[in-house]
């Protein structure tokens, strides 16, 4: 193993510190248990970053004293810096996570990272006398190097880091899966999208579609009952039961279309004829029913059902309360596509409170002004078959709309069993493999953005998790609630998370005018600027770092004027102070492009316009 790191613990002499009471001031029993070099959004540190860390031990039955302490990763400076007499201690059969990196947010973490391309991390006394050492190889993302068994034993890998913890719930492998393959880049595309995704035998394919990292998935215990409660009955149709399906043709509402022959594989399912010279959209109507449930705001639900048809066409959907009964145009996707293949249209989110109908909720001061009782009126998801005002059959089978029962989050990691994604909206999404016996797989993020815009410039696509960006007390891009944030004169003192320097993963994807991907990498992205950072639409910058599996560089020409150029960090500004000026995002670039072009042999910066979107927005 070619090592480039030393790292050192080095404690002082007792004399120098007073101990505190009850506590050991030798650390000769002291064993390094875990080590996270490339911590890529996986453990916070008291920086509010993601750093580095590494775990000490206390086997002994004596709580251990290490402030005053030192760190070091030259083992001919072994006093390199020295642990605050804050640091307190290591009790019996504890645990202690010392972090490195963001000194200049906590001044309590080390001045300098642990190194990615491995090292060696040594505990000393005052003398020089080496306690104990131990290696540590190349950075794995996401992952950290762990002993099997704490403070004694062989090391491996191990997914399920545990810092300040025990390592006996740790699984660990020798060997991490390939990356996932995806046929379809990050793009640009209009109507619908077909998307595959291998599968290796014996793997299993996780994804997410909010920017997280797509987790392990969950052992199938056998008892295991689902948080989702179905509202449609009868909807394979496979019974006589038609209550939940309504069908309106040209104005006339039949209750019963169940059908045999025309379901997927040749079994049972609703038929509807649309016909032609139709005046409107909705003259031919299906409709999905829940006469037992009102859906209200915020309810969250997933719908699914297949569809095909005689004749190629689209349908559109509608919000109604009982069938036939109008509330909102904006259900589901809004529209869909409709082949004379069988089709799953699926969607997974919450009602909004159009959709819901709700209605109520006024001030309700007693005197008669208001109703304080809020009502709810959603119960039917209403199709429209005439778009195209022509003669048609659609089919419709497996109809499914569930709502997550009260007190359950939604599962944000999602499994595909066949790699098939099919999408006709605007979808990041994150995949990740898992196997036992395995580390898990890089995840592999890709954009899909679906628009119906002609763009002549380059579109940059960021995609992360919302809370990195959103979070009151993480994330980097609101201005937090004053628990974590920083206070400049911009803010007139006031605390706020995007004053602060933190770093955050994300995926960046870089389009063509045409909407094909030129590039995609992981990298961090923080916030840039002074003033500026006040404004809506900030500057970030975006880091390549070797803790995304050593690309701690741009492999990529971004600007034309200087084609050779390496680029580690890339800088996505606003305009910078050209902010202030009515609004202006044009003025820096602008003169950096006339000394450019004036054959001035003057160095300055290069900047190309794009389009930007951030987690799809």
């Known amino acids: 193993m070619k090592l480039k790191a030393i790292l050192c613990l080095t404690a002082t002499a007792a004399l120098l510190m007073l101990p505190l009471k009850g506590a050991a001031q030798t650390g000769k029993s002291i064993v390094i248990n875990e080590i996270m070099v490339s911590n890529v959004g996986d453990v916070i ?26 760190v070091s990763d030259d083992a001919a400076n072994l006093k390199r810096w020295q642990l605050p007499t804050s640091a307190g201690i290591i009790p019996a059969k504890g645990f202690m996570v010392i972090w490195f990196g963001s000194n200049d947010i906590k ?321 990041n999404y994150t995949f990740r493999l898992f196997q036992d016996g395995y580390l898990p797989s890089i995840p592999v993020t890709r954009s899909y953005i679906q628009t119906s815009n002609q763009y002549t410039l380059p579109v940059i696509s960021i995609v992360g998790n919302k809370k990195f960006f959103t979070d009151p007390k993480i994330g980097l891009d609101c201005d937090g609630d004053g628990t974590n944030g920083k206070a400049t004169s911009a803010t007139n003192g006031q605390k706020k998370n995007y004053n602060c320097d933190w770093d955050r993963p994300v995926n960046f994807s870089f389009l063509s005018p045409e909407g094909e991907m030129l590039f995609n990498q992981d990298v961090n992205i923080c916030v840039s600027g002074g003033y500026t950072r006040t404004q809506k639409f900030r500057s970030f910058k975006l880091k390549s770092n070797k803790i995304f599996d050593g690309l701690n560089r741009f492999d990529y020409p971004f600007f034309p004027q200087k084609p050779y150029n390496r680029n580690k960090v890339l800088l996505i500004r606003n305009g910078g102070n050209d902010v202030w000026r009515s609004g202006a995002r044009f003025m820096d670039p602008a003169l950096e492009t006339i000394i450019q072009r004036s054959g001035i042999d003057l160095d300055v910066q290069s900047y190309v316009p794009i389009i930007e979107y951030v987690n799809g927005l």
């Not at 569809?307 to 145009?329: C, E, F, L, Y």
């Open 107 to 427: 001044d309590n973490q080390a001045p300098f990272k642990l190194n990615c391309d491995g090292g060696m991390i040594c505990l000393s006394d005052a003398s020089g006398n080496l306690i104990v050492s131990q290696e540590y190889p190349m950075a794995i993302s996401h992952t950290a190097w762990a002993r099997k068994v704490d403070g004694t034993g062989d090391w491996g890998w191990t997914s399920t880091s545990t810092s300040g913890e025990s390592n006996a719930s740790a699984a660990f492998a020798t060997q991490r899966l390939d990356a996932p393959v995806v046929d379809t880049d990050s793009k640009l595309f209009t109507g619908t999208l077909q998307v595959n995704v291998e599968i290796p035998s014996g793997a299993r394919l996780m994804y997410t579609t909010d920017g997280s990292l797509p987790q392990a998935p969950k052992p199938d215990t056998g008892e295991e009952v689902s948080p989702w409660t179905q509202y449609v009955k009868n909807g394979n149709c496979e019974g006589s039961d038609a209550s939940c399906f309504v069908c309106r043709e040209n104005g006339k509402q039949d209750e019963n279309r169940i059908t045999n022959g025309v379901g997927v594989n040749g079994s049972r399912g609703v038929t509807v004829h649309s016909v032609a010279n139709a005046s409107n959209d909705w003259t031919t109507q299906f409709f999905v029913y829940t006469p037992d449930h009102i859906w209200k705001t915020n309810e969250y639900y997933r719908f699914k059902m297949k569809v095909r048809a005689d004749k190629a066409t689209k349908m559109t959907v509608q919000a109604h309360k009982t069938p036939g009964n109008h509330i909102a145009n904006d259900m589901l996707d809004g529209s869909y596509d409709v082949t004379t293949e069988w089709k799953e249209i699926s969607y997974e989110g919450k009602v909004t409170q159009s959709q819901a109908g709700e209605s109520g909720g006024g001030w309700g001061w007693g005197w008669g002004g208001g109703n304080t009782e809020v009502t709810y009126s959603l119960q039917t998801i209403a199709f429209n078959l005439n778009v195209d005002k022509k003669d048609n059959n659609f089919y419709f089978d497996e109809i499914s709309w569930e709502s997550l029962d009260d007190g359950v989050e939604e599962e944000s990691t999602l499994e595909s069993k066949d790699g098939k994604i099919t999408m006709s909206k605007t979808t």
């Open 45 to 70: 540190s008291p920086a509010i970053n993601f750093d580095g860390w590494v775990e000490l031990y206390n086997p002994s039955d004596q709580d251990i004293s290490i402030g005053g302490f030192y």
